[in-house]
């Protein structure tokens, strides 16, 4: 079914026909109107859930973490400062294995206050032990925050689906909406191996000395890498069933490309019209969209960016004293090809700044204009 | 006093015989939260699920791969027991699996201090479990720190002898009164009949409950093991720990009258930790003390 939905909608319409059981979480900012939806989904009983609202973020995500130890699927969602108050939790709730799902729409960091996209909360949760899916379309909101439920189920860690605020979260595109039966044969009903069970009981994360804890952390590292293979047939397979797959990396115009830019999240959108004009001018420029931030998925990035001169990596967040996360990153994924190209990290749009084409524009322009980058982080636009 | 009910001595009481706490588990010589682990099951029985955030009973409990419990135990976060607590109540819930007891069972720093943010929320949306502070009033698995549960005047690492903790201790069943919680008590173990009732009768409440219990830490105390059971005893002679209960947030009701009644120096004696007081400042804690319990059966008497 076609329906006209906000990004936001679009997580929460997937929630719902991923059948979440628990919902525990906290307004926030551009996050709260995938939890209002949900909370009348449950008040009007379209949902068979239990929704916790809790006092804060920390609690959203230890409730969910109870929720899900139980033995329910557990959904929660959050954005920036919330994000960061879960920190601590969300190592919990991956060093558990609790595949919680979470809709995390980025948010600038404060101070000062900011309520526009930037990538630095969840990219600030990248060494937690959570998938981390990045979103350029509300459609791709939808089935991924389906597809995240299955991976996550498969390797028994939990999984961010992420959108920018606003530019996604607020904004309304046509969106096609699953069907319950088909997402209820593509998505099983959740039943972990292990679970609290006075049945059966156990001690779930008790001390744990040093001849054991490397091995947990190992075990976290081996689900991680086998997810990289999760993720792709889990898109396979909802491709197969609804017609759209979405790719660990997308390559867009990369045919002949000398030049890649690499994008994430909505910043792609933009980016694909000012490739199209370029193209159209006889430049041989191409993209590259990431998708799937954790794993990272190295073998695909470094795949797509072989025979290309230059690559030009946006990056809407920053890790200070480095350079953007996703330059940092495909740096590292680089490093062990043949071909190392000269990598141009561009950081932008912090706080919400626009990027509109002319931005991109600057950015394919300067990449074009010199053989090698003068400066660690390019800063387009900066006020200095 | 005597024509008050005793419930604490009634004669010929047995307690319930199931052991789900294993002998075997590491805590100190007498430990007062182990005892009290013991008697909270044996009230419960097995079809308990425990949650136990950072505390002694994290190591209690035992390292991987054992436990002591004969029922799941989840160890979670310091902060977090009222919130996985409630996430656990609501999966059974969801899943239809009825008549499991949710007890969450955290030390007072983890209640009093950095928890009572998860417990205040889950208590005010009235989860349905049964949330255990056992106050051995202080932070006694990181070496005996002042938390908001250490009484005036006591020494620990944190308010050394030459400047004792200064403040008063919270009062954090009147914290949960506060909040209109359907049932909260106090309870300890040297009267185990009234601590098992007091469980019993908050297993067969639906929402939130709360049960403090005096739980005495020897090493921390600077007090013999073998004075646990004695101790427990004087603070409720004493009036320092009454025992009563609270339903509704409203209707108080003392369970155990202090008999006999004795002065608070009685009970201060046999504990290291108030050795340093003068004359003074003991008679400034038996003036609060004194106050506190008229304030109570007050309480008591509007029921």
Known sequence: ?384 | MSEQPLLGHRPNYVLPERELLYPGHVACPGCGASLSMRYALKALGDQTMVIIPACCWSIIAGPFPYSSLKTPIYHTAFETTGAVASGVSAALKVLGKKDITVMGWAGDGGTFDIGIQALSGAVERNEDFIYVCYDNEAYMNTGIQRSSATPRLAWTTTTPIAHPKDEPKKDIVAIMAAHRIPYAATATISYPEDLIRKFQKAKSIRGAKFIHLLAPCPPGWRAEASDTIRLTRLAVQSKIFPLYEVERGMQYNITVWPEPEIPIREYMRLQGRFRHLKEGQIQMVQEEVDESWAKLVEKAKGK
């Open chain 1, 1 to 384: 079914m076609e329906k006209v939905i906000s990004g936001n909608y679009a997580v929460s319409y997937g929630a719902k026909l991923a059948r979440a059981q628990v919902i525990a979480a906290y307004p926030i900012t551009p996050q709260t109107s995938i939890i209002e939806k949900l909370a009348a989904f449950c008040a009007d009983g379209e949902m068979d859930a239990v929704f916790i609202k809790v006092e804060s973020e920390h609690s959203a995500m230890a409730a969910s973490i109870g929720a899900s130890a139980t033995g329910a699927r557990a959904f929660t969602a959050t954005s920036g400062q919330g994000l960061l108050l879960m920190h601590e939790m969300l190592h919990w709730a991956a060093g558990g294995r609790y595949p919680i799902v979470m809709g995390a729409v980025n948010r600038g960091i404060a101070p000062g206050w900011s309520v526009w996209t930037e990538q630095s909360d969840t990219l600030a949760q990248r060494d937690t032990g959570w998938l981390q899916y990045y979103c350029e379309s509300n459609q791709e909101v939808i089935d991924t925050t389906l597809q995240a439920f299955k991976v996550a189920e498969t390797v028994m860690l939990p999984a961010m689906v992420i959108l920018d605020a606003f530019v996604l979260s607020h904004t309304s595109e046509v969106v096609d909406i699953p069907d319950q039966e088909s997402v209820d044969e593509y998505l099983p009903p959740f039943r972990p191996k292990w679970k609290l069970d006075v049945d059966d009981p156990h001690a779930f994360n008790p001390l744990v000395a040093p001849t054991e804890f490397y091995e947990l952390r190992y075990k976290i590292q081996q689900a991680m890498q086998e997810a990289v293979e999760v993720v792709r047939q889990a898109d396979k397979e909802y491709g197969e069933k609804f017609g759209r797959s979405w790719g660990l990396v997308e390559s867009y115009c990369m045919e002949g490309a000398k030049v890649a830019l690499v994008t994430s999240s909505t910043i792609t959108s933009t980016a694909r019209d000012v490739i199209d004009a370029m193209r159209g001018e006889g430049i041989p420029i191409g993209l590259v969209k990431v998708r799937l931030f954790r794993p990272f998925p190295v073998r695909d990035i470094a795949q797509a960016l072989q025979g290309v001169k230059k690559v030009a990596v946006l990056d809407r967040n920053m890790t200070f004293g480095q350079c953007g996360v996703f330059g940092e990153e495909i740096k590292s994924a680089l490093y062990s090809t043949p071909l190392r190209p000269p990598l141009f990290d561009f950081v932008l749009g912090l706080g919400g700044r626009d990027v509109t084409p002319a931005t991109i524009r600057e950015v394919a322009q300067y990449t074009l204009d010199h053989d090698a980058p003068t400066e660690d982080i390019i800063w387009i636009g900066v006020k200095r």
